[in-house]
């Protein structure tokens, strides 16, 4: 299958379903060989059936995005059947709604590992693996990072620490020929975090109308913004924080400027 990324050996942390999946799919679709890593055997080697059945060669591995000696063995199984790692999307997370003074601090440090540590992990457990010059790094982080929400501070800390992740390593890492980027979704539909956070239709409706695009994302919108930035279209971009969000990071449009 020819595409944009044929040949290119492309790694997808976090891969069995949501956002995530919908990236590997999509680099799939455009000739790329895949590896996808979640922490659940059954669901990660669903995801990799389902891309070999489009003819693309794809390895499902089961780690923990936390489990940084397992991140290193998977690294090194991807290389030996797909080449040095040209891609590398780093989207494990965790999340869900609750109270500063109801969070325990073992619920408070697990979202910070999965997402923060996690993001950490396995940029680093890739680096000796990576294509030099050329490889694109790509964190899937969130608005909480920029902007303080209720009942969310592990995911806020967390993707705040995501955020400088990426930039520090775009520091150090351009130098190498690595480019370091992040894509900050807003709401996107038939996601299981959207499922969490906006459970019954007024809320939906509520956030949708705070939009100035007024309706959800799809999960096709960032996996084409991770192509645009693993791309050479994107050559000259690292560090960046691509805001994928129909105005989410704006602010409140729910005031309709045109009435």
């Known amino acids: 299958m020819a595409g944009r990324f044929e040949n290119k050996s492309v790694f997808v942390a976090g891969a069995s379903s949501g956002i995530n999946l919908a990236i590997a799919e999509a680099f799939a679709r ?3 060989k895949l590896t996808v890593l979640s922490r659940s055997e059954e669901k ?3 995801a990799a059936a389902g891309i070999r059945s489009i003819g693309l060669p794809a390895i499902g591995i ?8 397992g991140l290193e063995a998977a690294f090194a199984r991807a290389v030996e059947a797909h080449g040095s790692i040209d ?6 997370a965790g999340n869900f709604l609750a109270p500063a003074r109801k969070l325990s601090a073992n619920a408070f ?32 982080t969130a ?11 592990h995911a806020c800390a967390a993707k705040a620490g995501v955020n400088m992740v990426t930039k520090c390593l775009a520091l150090e890492w351009g130098p190498a020929g690595i480019r370091v980027n992040a ?10 975090g959207m499922a969490r956070l906006a459970a019954d239709p007024a809320r939906e409706a509520a956030i ?8 959800y994302g799809r999960k096709d919108d960032i996996a084409e913004a991770a192509m645009y930035l693993a791309s050479d279209a994107a050559r000259y971009v690292t560090g960046a924080i691509l805001n994928v969000d129909g105005g989410n990071d704006l602010g409140d449009a729910s005031t309709d400027a045109l009435a």
Not at 143 to 151: D, E, K
Not at 183 to 192: F, H, K, V
Request: with cysteine; net charge negative.
């Open 30 to 32: 455009e000739g790329a």
């Open 44 to 46: 990660i080697e669903a």
């Open 62 to 69: 089961a780690c923990d995005v936390r489990d940084y000696p």
């Open 87 to 92: 891609v590398l999307v780093s989207g494990a």
């Open 109 to 140: 440090k697990t979202v910070v590992d999965i997402d923060l540590l996690g993001t950490f992990n396995v940029f680093r457990a890739s680096f000796d693996h990576l294509t030099r010059p050329g490889a694109s790094l790509i964190a899937i």
């Open 143 to 153: 608005g909480q990072a920029v902007h303080p929400s209720p009942f969310q501070i």
């Open 183 to 192: 894509i900050s979704p807003g709401p996107i539909a038939d996601t299981e």
């Open 208 to 215: 949708k109308n705070r939009l100035a695009l007024r309706d």
